[in-house]
């Protein structure tokens, strides 16, 4: 071979050589990259399946700040119950539902419980709740009836530990005011549900006189 194609060929080798060293380094320069991005993908992919499996829309198995807790008593009674939450949220309870609707002064637990038993969702609010709130209640049960058996109960209730209470049988919720927006989201969830056993059971034709 003479010395020109010599040269020719150590020129081709030493190109091919510097062009798989750029290759290398390229490589060297995208891998943190690359492995950024798939770290990124996979905490994404948990993410998603995470929020699929707890959730906390409304559609969601999960609300925060939601108690859920068995009540396995369903007896009816004649008299007064000791109940294990307050406001109750299910239990021993009358034999006689309370109507579902809105009223302007405390109603019995007894009958309201099994009102809960039937599928409905009780609403509760301290009495000195401003009367600009309780209107704004009174307008959101209104407004989220289900069905003529409408499965939503507000009233008026002493003690209860925080501004406002959802309740249903084995399910509560402690809301900050009237205007929390769980409140729906509790109700979206439960109202006319089977969690009371009884689901479909009529909150009318019982004792109470509703305002609204």
């Known amino acids: 071979m003479s010395k020109s194609g010599r040269r020719n060929q150590q020129a ?6 510097a062009v798989k060293a750029q290759q290398a380094a390229r490589r060297r320069r995208m891998k943190p990259w690359l492995i950024g991005v798939g770290v990124v993908a996979l ?4 993410t998603i ?22 009540e ?5 009674v004649t008299t007064t119950v000791t109940y294990d939450h307050n406001p109750p949220a299910g239990g021993a309870h ?30 509760t609010y301290r009495p000195n709740l401003p009367s600009s709130d309780v209107l704004y209640l009174r307008t959101f049960v209104q407004d989220h009836y289900d069905g ?22 084995g399910a509560q919720i402690k809301l900050t005011g009237a205007h929390d927006p769980r409140l729906l989201e509790f109700v979206n969830k ?23």
Not at 43 to 46: G, H, L, N
Not at 100 to 116: D, K, L, P, Q, T
Not at 190 to 197: C, E, L, M, V, W
Not at 199 to 207: D, L, N, R
């Open 12 to 17: 081709v080798a030493r190109h091919q050589a």
């Open 148 to 169: 003529t058996q409408r499965y939503l109960v507000l009233s008026p209730y002493p003690g209860i530990p925080s501004a406002v209470v959802a309740s249903t049988w």
């Open 43 to 46: 905490v994404a992919i948990i």
């Open 94 to 123: 009358d034999a006689t539902p309370l109507n579902c609707g809105i009223y302007a002064s405390a109603v019995r637990n007894e009958n309201a419980v099994h009102s809960m038993e039937h599928g409905s969702v009780w609403i």
């Open 190 to 212: 439960y109202i006319g549900g089977g969690q009371g056993g009884e689901k479909g059971a009529e909150c009318t034709g019982g004792i109470g006189a509703p305002i609204g």
């Open 72 to 76: 396995n008593d369903h007896q009816h």
């Open 49 to 70: 399946v995470a929020v699929s499996v707890t959730g906390t829309s409304s559609n969601g198995s999960t609300i925060p700040g939601l108690s859920t807790f068995a």
